[in-house]
């Protein structure tokens, strides 16, 4: 996989663009942002995986690829932030599903910010949006209130990818909805596919009026239940038969060989979650190992739908003035609901977990925290915690204004930087106020200086990043970071790393470097009295 990435770059055609505030092209670029659901850090083959990803390799080929960059440690926390640019407790989103009156924790986008989209439609861009939405289940929650022109969505965090049987006691039929109105999920129909026919329908309805789009394709893939076509998976059998631990290995030594980590690295302590690969049963291998040919079988068919789309915007003449982004929204996810409460009794009533349906629509398998921790390569474990293997992505910007195609970029950067730069390449403004109410500011940077080639870097090392949400925290400046992944929330639980030197967080430094420790506690300390968090206290009733 890596001589084609490599070959990929050789053959790629650069294409030659000013930046986007020179405005070359007499039309606004257009912006199309790719969001993959649970994909893992060393899923990709143009980060050193195994999974057969050449669209996205592609991609890659022709602009960045961002070995730092940093995401919410959940799916709707992270969609908060990216889509605001804004931490998730001033976006309304301080603990995911959770509907309180308190600021912070409405479990909805607050009036606090504006969308991507609500600024964009200011600048006449067309605002289209696919996919998973898990920013408030209401009607008056729906993307169509929140600035986007066109949408087929679903407002919750999880669903059936063939149909519209729930996988979520709060829906156990899942809800659809297309521009506001409630519709159905054609029978029968894969998610991925019908995303992305939908948005090329969204796109093409008024590239006539040659106005500029934004579309936002929220995939449900990789996210369970594992299900995919056969014609996917298959090519898969037997790539993974030697277990989990050897996955997570072979993948240290090819991001290493991608570039894509320091030699230095090692691989941190297996979670306690996971069962050694040689105690488990050769029937329990077996379904294991189908586990990850599924997953695998979903990206594939995820890459070929992402080079569908492509294919359509080179069909169509716009390639070559949009800007196409490409992230995961978490590190890959380690939940098996079907065996856990709240969820077991609606899972196990209408889906079976038998070897001989996997993959099928009656099916519900999730890849669990021992393949999870292969997803998220050498970092240490995944989605929901602030760990590095929680948090940090991959993500792929190219097309136009994109220069040095086919880095790697190590600059340190993070979701709350996604809409300051595409603001930028719109032209559009952050306004201060809306509607009588005062907005809060960006927090986050424009990445442009790094895409333009004009600088190295995108924040100072002083610069404070920091995201709290369940109790989980975490706080980084510079190569330093503070990490708590115990709850209940204990600040005399936070640990110190050095991520530059430790990316694996195997070493607590809180005691070898106490005063840089007192340091970032403070900081802490400033952060989340400044974005508003709320902690329980031993004496406090709050189920916050």
């Known amino acids: 996989m890596n001589k084609l990435f490599k070959s990929l770059i050789c053959c790629s055609i650069l294409i030659a663009?000013?930046?986007?505030?020179?405005?070359k092209h007499s039309q606004k670029p257009n912006i199309l942002l790719i969001v993959a659901d649970d994909l893992g850090y060393a899923d990709l083959g143009s980060y050193g995986g195994d999974i057969d990803t050449p669209n996205l390799d592609l991609l890659a080929s022709e602009g960045r690829r961002f070995s730092q960059f940093k995401a919410g440690p959940s799916c709707a926390v992270s969609r908060s932030m990216f889509l605001t640019g804004n931490d998730n407790h001033i976006a309304g989103m301080g603990?995911?599903?959770?509907?309180?009156e308190v600021e912070g924790y409405e479990g909805y986008l607050s009036n606090r910010v504006l969308t991507i989209p609500e600024v964009l439609l200011k600048s006449s861009y067309h605002t289209y949006m696919v996919g998973k939405w898990h920013l408030g289940p209401e009607l008056e929650h729906d993307p169509s209130y929140r600035g986007f022109e066109k949408s087929f969505m679903t407002p919750e965090g999880g669903a059936n990818h063939y149909n519209s049987l729930g996988v979520l006691p709060q829906a156990p039929i899942s809800i659809y909805r297309e521009n506001g109105?409630?519709?159905?999920?054609?029978?029968g129909a894969y998610s991925t596919d019908f995303y992305t026919n939908k948005i090329i329908e969204y796109i093409s309805s008024n590239l006539e009026d040659e106005k500029p789009f934004f579309a936002y394709a929220s995939y449900t893939t990789p996210h369970w239940p594992l299900q995919v076509d056969e014609e996917h998976w298959q090519k898969y059998v037997?790539?993974?038969?030697?277990?989990?631990?050897?996955?997570?290995?072979?993948?240290?030594?090819?991001?290493?060989?991608?570039?894509?980590?320091?030699?230095?690295?090692?691989?941190?302590?297996?979670?306690?979650?996971?069962?050694?690969?040689?105690?488990?049963?050769?029937?329990?291998?077996?379904?294991?190992?189908?586990?990850?040919?599924?997953?695998?079988?979903?990206i594939d068919n995820l890459d070929k739908n992402i080079g569908k789309v492509i294919s359509y915007l080179k069909g169509a003449g716009v390639y070559e003035n949009t800007l196409i982004i490409f992230l995961s929204d978490n590190g890959a996810a380690a939940e098996d609901f079907y065996y856990q409460e709240p969820f077991k009794e609606l899972l196990q009533a209408n889906y079976t977990d038998v070897f001989e349906k996997m993959g099928t629509a009656e099916s519900f398998i999730s890849y669990g925290p021992q393949w999870a921790e292969?997803?998220?390569?050498?970092f240490r474990y995944f989605k929901t915690y602030m760990s590095e293997g929680g948090i940090r992505v991959p993500m792929i910007i190219s097309g136009v204004g994109v220069e040095?195609?086919?880095?790697?970029?190590?600059?340190?950067?993070?979701?709350?930087?996604?809409?300051?730069t595409i603001y930028e390449c719109a032209g559009a403004e952050y306004p201060k106020n809306q509607n009588g109410v005062e907005l809060k500011p960006l927090l986050g940077?424009?990445?442009?200086?790094?895409?333009?080639?004009?600088?190295?870097?995108?924040?100072?090392?002083?610069?404070?990043?920091?995201?709290?949400?369940?109790?989980?925290?975490?706080?980084?400046?510079?190569?330093?970071?503070?990490?708590?992944?115990?709850?209940?929330?204990?600040?005399t639980n936070f640990e110190l790393f050095n991520t530059n030197n430790d990316p694996s967080e195997r070493i607590n430094l809180c005691k070898t470097h106490p005063k840089k420790f007192d340091e970032m506690l403070e900081e802490w300390d400033i952060w989340s009295k400044k974005v508003g968090v709320i902690l329980p206290t031993p004496e406090s009733k709050s189920d916050f």
């Not at 603990?95 to 309180?100: A, C, G, I, P, R």
């Not at 109105?181 to 029978?187: A, C, G, K, V």
């Not at 292969?374 to 050498?378: E, M, N, S």
């Not at 040095?404 to 300051?420: K, Y």
Request: overall charge negative; some cysteine.
């Open 17 to 23: 663009c000013d930046s986007p505030q020179e405005e």
């Open 95 to 100: 603990k995911q599903s959770h509907y309180t």
């Open 181 to 187: 109105q409630e519709t159905t999920w054609p029978e």
């Open 238 to 298: 037997g790539r993974y038969d030697d277990g989990y631990e050897n996955l997570q290995a072979k993948r240290l030594e090819s991001l290493k060989k991608a570039g894509i980590i320091s030699d230095k690295v090692v691989l941190p302590e297996l979670s306690t979650r996971v069962k050694p690969w040689k105690e488990l049963s050769p029937q329990q291998q077996k379904k294991e190992a189908r586990k990850m040919e599924l997953y695998s079988g979903m």
């Open 374 to 378: 292969a997803g998220t390569g050498p």
């Open 404 to 420: 040095n195609i086919g880095e790697i970029e190590p600059a340190f950067s993070t979701v709350l930087d996604l809409a300051p």
């Open 445 to 491: 940077e424009s990445m442009w200086p790094i895409l333009s080639a004009e600088k190295n870097h995108i924040h100072t090392d002083n610069y404070v990043f920091g995201m709290e949400h369940d109790g989980n925290a975490m706080i980084q400046k510079g190569d330093w970071k503070i990490l708590n992944y115990q709850t209940p929330f204990d600040k």
